[in-house]
């Protein structure tokens, strides 16, 4: 991205965050809730997840199996099936089924959005008219879906008023929900009446006996069914399952997933052509003669199954939840967090599969990996993973540079030219620490210095308005280098301090050596400090692969003498837990994963263990703020860290907001800046409250720390620089 599109990034983000960032907050904060809730109540949440998971692996393995054996079923029951290689031989096929002068209305569907029927059909001059509310509300206001159950989500109640006063002009004023959701029916009970054909989407598709599924909030579906002779649904290739039976798990799911209901309030099993009556010309007349086509879309879905990396984005059953979750997407929504049809954080699997990268490059950066949408999935779908594979292609992809000699031969990253040089920045940022700690206190005066502060910003996108960290003089291992261990120690560690640590935030890595030692661990320091995670959050998965590799060569001596892996930064302790499984050998990755622990999952631990807590600095009652770290959050650590303070007498209250908007590198670039800021509000608001406020703030990341330290305007240490002696 050039300086130039950043900037205009920038301020496009500003705009739609002006413009639709409260309803979209409010809406998807709340079913983001609602999805706790209700998935609380669900004994068997996770075996439901895991059985859902089971099913469209199956299905997406088998699907020409599945693809022929749902045309036979469709057409034994008299229905028709068209499998469409690409949009333009769906919207021909569609367009044959309907002349000219003729009216469409549509239910549920997402798949025609991608094909862009409705312009297709009305250039062939059908009159289309969409019946769920939401993307009705889209087609009188001519504007694009931004989310993927709820497409007008973006919109407030005032703005839906003023478009049906602009547009309908009618004669009462229309102000409470109750008035537009009534002026919306009486409007579209007048097309179901006229409508010839009836076009619907549908969630799932049974090869066993043809049957399909549709879940709906208003009903509609049924209605368009049930109101033309003619029905066509158009689907994607991968919504098939095998059998019937395959529908209970997803029905658990899908509704409290994207809007926490226990079940959406229409769920719709049609076996077509169905039998209900139609209306005639004197109200409802039999249906002899109904017709069915279902239009199965591949559009790029076949090669997304070859793709070992995108595959699993065809495992998707569109509940939205990942959206939901996402912090960046409660801010901005889905007109900057998505391609040309598909939204959130899966948006940059489906557009890159079925519109090509172009589609995705724009958004796909907004993913900062947090990695909270993975547990939201009900099909566990790795969706960091599938963007950073998007952006690595996009990396690859990119043209030369002009300004890749500053990088090229400074820094040592696997990738070729061309890639921008803000990615290759925070990429190898653990050469700029090194040359940083080299010419410290120089090097610090000239990364805040006010013209090197514009040039950073002109060439690099560093937002000037972000404080840069300090460099430190004295790094970790030269202050840990020669220290004398405890005389006789009950366990052995290597403690792996992340770049940061090593260079800028040592004293919260000298803090975690003396806790350690206090509790009887003899500590060595690793050699090595990246773990590949700022190359990794860039989209250099090569190089991030080759750091995971020199960690390995590094810690696995260290493992095999019997020490155990420490780390203090959550987002490494994920690299070596998670994302190596995608970048080592099976061996390699177990060995590390199995042996790492988070810093205060370990003290824990070791005081589970018998260790003297006494050891450690007692909170004598201290009052605390305490706010963890997301991937902390999804490795399942937070708990550790809340039990320890709570153990040494700590005061705590913990923030349930649960990013902090800065993650890694997002925050302090231009064009992502006021979404940062925006996430990090909420955080400072909550440890504004009565209940929070004066106390002393902590929190686990160094992300969060830098965000907090701007936000709070206090420092903000690490919980081990409390607790340790
Ligand atoms: S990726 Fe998962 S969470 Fe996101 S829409 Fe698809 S199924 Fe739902």
Redesign the pocket.
Known sequence: MSRKSKRAKAAQIRETMAAEGASVRENTQGFNQGRYDTVADLENYEELKDEARQIKEDAIERLPELIDQLTEAIEANGGTVYLAEDEADANEYVSSLVESGETVVKSKSMTSEELEVNEHLEAAGANVVETDLGEWVLQVADEAPSH?VAPAIHKSRESIADLFRERFDPDQPLETPEDLTAFASEYLADAFEEADVGMTGANFLTADSGSMMLVTSEGNARKTVAATDTHVAVAGVEKIVPSVEDLQPFVELIGR??TGQDITAYVSLLTPPVETATFGEDGLEGSDDRDFHLVLIDNGRMAMREDEQLRETL?????????NTCANFQQVGGHEFGGETYT???AGGWETGVHGLDSSEEFVDLCTGCSR?VE????G?D?PWINTVVRDRINRGADGHTYDFLVDGLTPDAEEGGMSLQKRFFGNFVTVAKLGSLFAPVSNWLASFGPNRWIAEQLLGVDQRREMPQFSRETLKEWASGRDGPADPDREAVFMADTYTNYMHVERGKAAIRALEALNVDVEIADVTESGRAALSQGMVRTAANHGKAVAEELLPHIADGRDVVIVEPSDLAMLRDDYERLLDAETYERLSENSYEILEYVYGLLENGADADALRDGDGEEIAYHGHCQQRTLGLAAHTEAVLEELGYDLVTSDVECCGMAGSFGFKQQYYEVSMAVGEELREQFSTPEAEGRTVVASGTSCHDQLTDLMKQDVPHPIELVAP
């Open positions: 993927l997933s994207g495992y998707c059953i569109r509940c939205s939840a990942c959206a959130g954080g899966i949408c939201a999935c009900p099909v779908i969706i």
